[in-house]
């Protein structure tokens, strides 16, 4: 996996892209940042990693991802605040998908918040 490109669109292989994060060596420095990283958390399956992302008081209980989807690109559509210097914002993104071999998309707009110092995802609007 180390030099497959990363599932989040940006260039650079996962590894050195959402892959640092998911290993904890960084944190995402914005909210598109952490929506992301958390689309690439759902293809390569690191659930630890999105219940770590999520507001405490947003967060599921139980699975949080049906393993017989696939997702297959991310689409980044628009976004409010989340910068270095907001403790809000919003992504607006199109994520497609293979269930059961059969394509799909889920379009959602999500709001994202300063919980510690970090950004979380608080849910979709």
């Not at 640092?20 to 690191?46: I, K, N, P």
């Not at 994520?95 to 110092?117: I, K, Q, T």
């Amino acid at each position: 996996m180390a030099s497959r490109a990363c599932p989040c669109g940006l260039p650079g292989t996962y590894q050195d892209c959402c892959g640092r994060l998911h290993r904890g060596e960084a944190a995402a420095a914005t909210a598109e940042q952490l929506m992301r990283s958390r689309f690439s958390a759902f293809e390569v399956g690191d659930e630890a990693y999105l219940l770590r992302t999520w507001l405490p008081s947003a967060r599921p209980v139980g699975a949080v991802r049906d393993r017989r989807v696939k997702w297959t690109r991310l689409e980044v559509l628009d976004g409010s605040g989340g910068s270095v210097v907001h403790t809000e914002g919003t992504v607006r993104f199109r994520a497609h998908y293979l269930d059961r071999g059969r394509p799909g998309e889920m379009e959602e707009n999500s709001r994202f918040v300063r919980y510690e110092g970090r950004w979380v995802y608080a849910g979709a609007l």
